[in-house]
């Protein structure tokens, strides 16, 4: 077998080093690190698509639409500052390989360190891929929820507007959380729900006649979706949304305490 390294590696070393390294380890990194390489550019961002659909947009906004269009701008947004401070990267790596380019020819120690900055700019452009592809990624669930809750545009004022509704959502679904976990609510969660007009012990009896219904239904070998639990969280939130209302009242004198002054708002078309 020809243990002889052919191919240049990343990071190669002059002549009279060779006695120190695997030859055998060498010649196979030499012939398949380019394969796992190429097997790196699918993984060049943090997340996979599923998990950026699936779990970052609805931590800590469970199905609210409003909540999830705006974490979808939110990171948009990291994102379009992680590839403003790339280019700056990207330029001054680039400039970097312009002036080594000139003196490698001659300089060992000018080629090693072209070789590590044409490196690190193909390190840095699979990361800028990546950031691309997050973004597209995260336009496309912006538009499909949109579309799927049939939302036209919308603004700080609708975003305002469903907020008593979710919250009265998220703190059932904290209860039911709590139950299937300790069969008792926490304090964190009966506060939570005293904020927004909910009677502990009402959702503590809600939440409970969902779960012996539920059981119920499992025992007799119905196979559950957790669909099911979204529906009956919906239904809770149609329910008791008002009862944020008549906190607001207690508490300010009025239901509606929004000032749509402070708010940025879509403007609305001229009349024709």
Do not use: C
């Not at 080093?17 to 380890?25: G, Y």
């Not at 380019?34 to 790196?40: G, H, L, T, V, Y």
């Not at 060049?44 to 269009?69: A, E, I, K």
């Not at 012996?212 to 919906?234: G, P, T, V, W």
Request: proline fraction near 2%.
């Amino acid at each position: 077998m020809n243990n002889i390294v052919t191919k240049p590696l990343a990071f190669s070393l002059p002549e009279e080093a060779s006695d120190n390294i695997n030859q055998v380890a060498a010649a196979r990194v030499a012939e398949k690190l380019p394969m796992i390489e190429q097997a790196s550019r699918a993984f060049d961002r943090n997340n996979s698509q599923t998990t950026l659909n699936m779990m970052t947009l609805t931590m800590l906004n469970g199905h609210s639409p409003y909540r999830m269009l705006r974490q979808v701008t939110a990171e948009v947004e990291k994102r379009k500052m992680a590839l403003s401070e790339a280019q700056v990267s990207h330029a001054e790596v680039r400039v970097e390989i312009m002036e080594l380019e000139g003196h490698a020819e001659n300089d060992i120690v000018a080629e090693a360190k072209l070789r590590n900055r044409r490196h690190s700019l193909i390190t840095l452009e699979n990361k800028i891929n990546g950031s691309v592809k997050d973004i597209a990624t995260l336009i496309d669930s912006y538009e499909n929820i949109k579309q799927k809750f049939e939302i036209d545009e919308w603004d700080e004022e609708a975003f305002e507007r469903e907020e008593k509704r979710h919250h009265v959502r998220r703190s059932f679904e904290l209860m039911y959380r709590n139950l299937m976990d300790g069969s008792r609510a926490n304090t964190a969660t009966i506060e939570y729900m005293q904020q927004y007009g909910i009677h502990p012990q009402l959702a503590f009896t809600e939440v409970s006649g969902y779960i012996k219904y539920s059981a119920e239904r499992i025992a007799n070998k119905q196979f559950l979706h957790s669909n099911d639990l979204e529906d009956f969280l919906d239904e809770m939130a149609d329910k008791y949304y008002k009862s944020a209302d008549a906190t607001s009242e207690r508490i300010f004198g009025k239901s509606d305490f929004l000032n749509t002054e402070y708010m940025m708002r879509l403007e609305k078309p001229k009349e024709q």
